[in-house]
């Protein structure tokens, strides 16, 4: 998939983030994270990707006010089930997952970690491979709410989602239902929410003063993930309670929140974004936002927004009148952004009206990561079955402010495998929003040794690969203008015999833009936001970076197409001045399998084209050489 080209991306950023606020972002992640054309060859192998830690997405508190009805499932009583599956594939009251709900079921646990504890309702799309779910489990409200002016609904959940929807509709006639909950609008593809969440919902609109109420949770899915839900109560609504139900700490000059940042390269303003709810029955005056940047009891930076009347049940999008100008912090260490939503009644909820997230100053690393993560997953050969075992890619944006050269690649593993093996590269960002000459994306314009895996990485669980000034005796420049790069680990498990996976920092998941870190899965040759913040991470060099390390003053070599090769290969080049030019094909280890000796040719475009049908499939490197200088490309052949 394509991303917009940097030229682009700050009003790109703009529209999502608009989107985001409005609690539409898991719809347009939804339909637009996975290319359609990918999208069945990864559907159910995509879920794979392993936690290492739980995923939080939204803490819930609970309330003191009356509980006027409850269900926990210890009685069967008002419970019903239209099912469009056989009944063993739809929902059911049991105490326990059922063991088929992944590959790795120690992922998710044992059980639903409800309040109420066993038993609790349950459906499992993983063992329902065809057809399309479209299942119900309907609870009838056993007490009349006539009388009750303002209604919340609350349940504890816990889900993965992959492509499926939970629904949760409310009606007071059993026929005409309105949709209360959709976890397509908020929650983004392939992002597990706490073991259990508490959701509260206001359904004043449909249930206040209602005599019968009915509560309809409705799963639609494909051979998806799975849905737990216990503890199922009716409530009056509290009489002041602001809600934090999104937000976004928007950076005004880069593209994306980076979690790790050298001093050197974050220059950057962080301006604030909040959507608010009013879960309250009162008109709460002078609601406002105040957004801080901090270091411990420092406040670096402190913000509050124009104060607006929010009337009970409604919402609003709140905005910082300033930013936090990065540049202005010289010191180094861990910085705090936080939000806060008040107004001028006393909230009977305060901790659900506050969010704050972390980043990091000072070093030489750059990463849409932070340091010490405490909510990740991983990604890599592993995640999609045999579609990624070997040449699956995981790469992450990175931007200098200033000229640099980068020295390495810091890769944080997740769980893996001694033996497997690595090749770094450093990316143009060229061929987001559509695809360069030659048909490849993301262009290579650095790359390191092919790397293996060693114990010692394992246990420590990260490596610190280097760019090398040459490799395999062709010089590299490893100065970078200030600009937007991706770097890049393509994995290889030698066949899944030593897999190797990346963390991937979940903190950001809620406005960090889709492009911040990108996967490819070589079975469908398709690039995918899959990721968050992998941390795949550049490492500046501490050395003079005014003086370029290599002039390529003979010719520019363009991605060799079409890249996997069968029988063929095309190589376009343009000689700045007459020159002989010669060509060598390599295998993984170095071997020469293949040489076209030097001849004359002319200045200008060139195109030459390899025969292939000697070579066996496998990855292979073609190098260009010409009056001294030398350049290298990696292509694939398939047969």
């Not at 001093?263 to 008109?283: M, Q």
């Not at 290969?569 to 295998?587: F, G, H, P, Q, S």
Request: aromatic share 10%; with cysteine; hydrophobic share 40%.
């Amino acid at each position: 998939m394509c991303f917009a080209q940097k030229h682009y991306f700050s009003s790109a950023k703009s529209d999502f983030m608009k989107k985001l606020l409005l609690l539409i972002a898991g719809v347009a992640l939804s339909s637009g994270l996975m290319a359609q054309n990918g999208r069945h060859a990864v559907r159910h192998a995509a879920k794979r990707a392993v936690q290492e830690t739980p995923t939080v997405y939204e803490n819930g508190i609970l309330r003191p006010e009356a509980v006027l009805w409850s269900q926990n499932f210890s009685t069967s009583t008002g419970v019903s089930f239209a099912q469009t599956s056989a009944s063993s594939n739809g929902w059911k009251i049991v105490s326990a997952f059922e063991p088929n709900i992944a590959t790795a079921p120690q992922n998710f646990g044992s059980t639903l970690n409800s309040l109420s504890g066993q038993p609790f309702a349950f459906i499992n799309s993983d063992s329902f491979p065809n057809g399309t779910q479209n299942s119900s489990i309907i609870l009838k409200v056993g007490t009349s709410l006539v009388g009750v002016n303002g209604v919340q609904l609350s349940f504890q959940h816990y889900f993965r989602r992959f492509q499926e929807q939970h629904i949760v509709e409310v009606s007071n006639d059993s026929t005409n239902w309105t949709i209360v909950y959709n976890s397509q609008a908020s929650i983004p593809v392939n992002t597990t929410i706490t073991n259990a969440t508490l959701e509260e919902i206001n359904i004043s609109s449909v249930a206040a003063n209602q005599a019968n109420v009915w509560i309809r949770f409705r799963y639609v899915g494909v051979w998806d993930w799975f849905w737990a839900v216990d503890d199922v109560e009716i409530s009056d609504l509290p009489p002041n309670d602001l809600k934090l139900e999104d937000y976004s700490f928007v950076s005004e000059k880069r593209l994306a929140f980076y979690g790790t940042n050298p001093n050197n390269h974050k220059n950057d303003s962080i301006t604030f974004e909040a959507a608010v709810l009013n879960f309250g029955t009162n008109a709460q005056p002078n609601t406002r936002m105040t957004s801080t940047f901090s270091q411990g009891a420092n406040v670096l930076f402190n913000n509050v927004s124009s104060g607006i009347l929010l009337a009970g049940g409604a919402r609003d999008t709140l905005s910082s009148s300033a930013g936090y100008n990065m540049n202005s912090f010289n010191g180094t260490g861990e910085l705090s952004a936080k939000i806060v939503l008040s107004s001028d009644s006393v909230d009977g909820s305060p901790a659900n009206n506050e969010i704050s997230m972390n980043c990091s100053v000072g070093g030489k690393i750059m990463s849409v990561a932070r340091p010490n993560p405490t909510r990740t997953t991983s990604l890599g050969t592993a995640s999609f079955g045999a579609d990624s075992q070997d040449g699956f890619i995981i790469m992450s944006l990175f931007e200098t402010s200033e000229t640099d050269t980068i020295s390495d690649v810091r890769l944080r593993l997740g769980a893996s495998t001694p033996g497997a093996l690595i090749q770094i590269t450093v990316r143009d960002t060229a061929g987001l929003f559509g695809t360069p000459a030659g048909g490849v994306d993301y262009p290579v314009i650095l790359e390191a040794d092919l790397y293996t895996l060693t114990s010692a990485d394992t246990q420590a669980r990260e490596v610190v690969i280097p760019i090398p000034t040459s490799i395999g005796g062709i010089g590299q420049n490893r100065v970078l203008a200030p600009g937007a790069y991706f770097v890049a680990a393509e994995l290889y498990s030698q066949n899944g015999a030593n897999n190797i996976r990346i963390i991937d920092d979940l903190t950001y998941e809620r406005f960090q833009p889709t492009y911040a870190s990108l996967i490819y899965i070589p079975a469908d040759a398709t690039w995918y936001s899959n990721g968050i913040s992998s941390a795949v991470e550049a490492v500046f060099a501490d050395i003079n970076t005014s003086v370029n390390e290599l002039d390529n003053s003979t010719f520019s070599f363009k991605p060799v197409y079409p890249n996997p090769a069968q029988n063929v290969l095309n190589l376009a080049y343009a000689l700045k001045k007459d020159a002989e030019v010669a060509v060598i094909i390599r295998d993984m280890s170095g071997r020469i399998v293949s040489e076209r000796s030097a001849e004359q040719q002319t200045a200008g475009e060139q195109r030459l084209e390899l025969d292939l049908h000697q070579l066996n499939a496998g990855i292979y490197f073609v190098e260009l050489s010409s009056n001294g200088f030398s350049a290298r490309q990696k292509f694939i052949v398939g047969k």
